[in-house]
């Protein structure tokens, strides 16, 4: 997986306060409502896809393909919300970004018997462990995304450090997803740095 949040040199104050005061209005409020039924329709093929995998040991590449796209557009949205990214975020699971990159390599074949074990038992392996830290790392990022928020309206500059720890959360929570969601085998990693194999 590469997930990337471009670093801008300046970012627009205008924005950030549009974003604050009336972003409820014209980005949380559509975007919300269409992904509340573009989510369940992701759940529904979930299940299909489980059913897929059991039987043939693969996950159909038109899902998989839906599932990143849904990804996608939640971290296009999700780059506004803690701003480090400006401009609007683009509907839909097939548009792009030129702030926000999101590569998942497809699997050729993904693990039965690991998916089974995740099914009955990625709640206290997967979820248990990590939720534990990104709930502390997250009330620490909503420290920094505050503290964020005053610099770039006096100075027009987001702090390196705070963006690298903001997406470094998005990266994590995205790793955990795409384990839990059958898309990789490989078990997500404590960080949220990029790996290796990442860059």
Do not use: C
Not at 16 to 26: I, N
């Amino acid at each position: 997986m590469k997930l990337k949040v471009v670093y801008q040199g300046r970012y627009s104050r205008a924005e950030l306060l549009l974003r604050t005061f009336l972003g409820w209005l014209y980005i949380y409020l559509p975007h919300g409502f269409l992904l509340i039924f573009v989510t369940l329709w992701a759940q529904i093929l979930q299940i299909i896809a489980f059913w897929a995998i059991l039987f043939t040991g693969k996950y159909p590449k038109s899902l998989f393909d839906f599932q990143v796209g849904l990804m996608r557009w939640n971290l296009r949205l999700n780059a506004r919300i803690y701003n480090i990214s400006d401009g609007y975020p683009a509907f839909g699971i097939n548009a792009t970004d030129e702030y926000t990159s999101l590569e998942v390599e497809y699997p050729e074949k993904v693990s039965r018997g690991l998916m089974l074990v995740r099914f009955f038992f990625g709640w206290l392996y997967v979820y248990i462990p990590h939720f534990f830290i990104l709930a502390f790392r997250g009330f620490f990022v909503n420290i920094l995304v505050f503290f964020a928020w005053f610099v770039v309206l006096f100075t027009g500059k987001y702090p390196q450090e705070f963006h690298n720890w903001v997406v470094g959360q998005l990266r994590w929570m995205t790793r955990v997803g795409l384990y839990m969601s059958y898309m990789t085998d490989e078990y997500p990693a404590f960080t949220g740095d990029e790996l290796p194999n990442e860059k």
